[in-house]
């Protein structure tokens, strides 16, 4: 167990807040009003590429627990070595980062949809053509959640301290981080290529966040380097 920085605590305690007002306001719709949607959707506004980082599923309390778990971990120790100032900067580049690059993401989530079985079986049940059906996922598409902006972190985290040793579910022994991170990254890039039916995870904005944490602690620390083996 460790100290909680200041960032890392209000960070969790704005999520928390924000996720409450998802739940508890029925006169407006939060989570509407700040998901990130295509930028040709009728719904999209510019404050989403920021907004969208803060809002988590209201359905389970399972995402939100596990991004701000996540976030203490790894978010905790990087705040101590860059300091608070500059760690709210990282968190915020990452998550703007991977909000605008999931934007150019989003047509070939389309195109993958209507060319699966089950955007082929919508085709047929509303008699559209796939590229209507890719019309429609783009101008219905939403992303909510701090996991782009997580996964800076996590990079960024694996990039410094390579060797720290971490403890993994199901895994009896440690792993270092320079071998957990990147296998999360791996995760992450399969499962934006090859789209599962039913998969609501965001693996696009997940790998645009560790894009460009990787890019920023990089130029950050490229003076200082740390020996990867």
Not at 94 to 111: E, K, N, R, V, W
Request: hydrophobic share 50%; charged share 10%; proline share 4%.
């Amino acid at each position: 167990m460790r100290r909680t920085t200041p960032v890392i605590l209000n960070l969790i305690i704005i999520n928390v807040l924000v996720w409450l007002a998802q739940q508890s306001i029925n006169f407006f719709n939060v989570t509407e009003w700040g998901a990130l949607h295509y930028y040709s959707s009728p719904q999209f506004k510019p404050h989403q590429i920021i907004t969208h980082m803060f809002m988590h599923d209201t359905v389970s309390i399972m995402h939100i627990m596990f991004n701000m778990f996540t976030l203490w971990i790894f978010g905790s120790m990087l705040e101590n070595y860059l300091g608070s100032k500059r760690f709210l900067i990282f968190y915020l580049i990452c998550g703007l980062g991977a909000g605008i690059l999931t934007q150019f993401t989003i047509p070939y989530s389309a195109d993958s949809f209507a060319k699966s079985a089950e955007g082929l079986q919508a085709a047929m049940r509303l008699n559209l053509d796939t590229a209507a059906i890719s019309s429609i996922y783009k101008a219905q598409y939403s992303m909510i959640g701090a996991s782009g902006a997580i996964m800076g972190v996590m990079v960024a985290f694996a990039y410094l301290f390579p060797n720290t040793e971490l403890f993994i579910m199901f895994i009896p022994v440690p792993v270092k981080a320079k071998y957990v991170i990147p296998v999360y990254v791996l995760i992450d890039l399969f499962g934006g290529i090859y789209q599962v039916p039913g998969d609501n995870i965001g693996h696009f904005t997940h790998l645009g966040g560790a894009l460009v944490g990787f890019l920023l602690i990089y130029y950050w620390n490229k003076n200082n380097r740390k020996t990867f083996y």
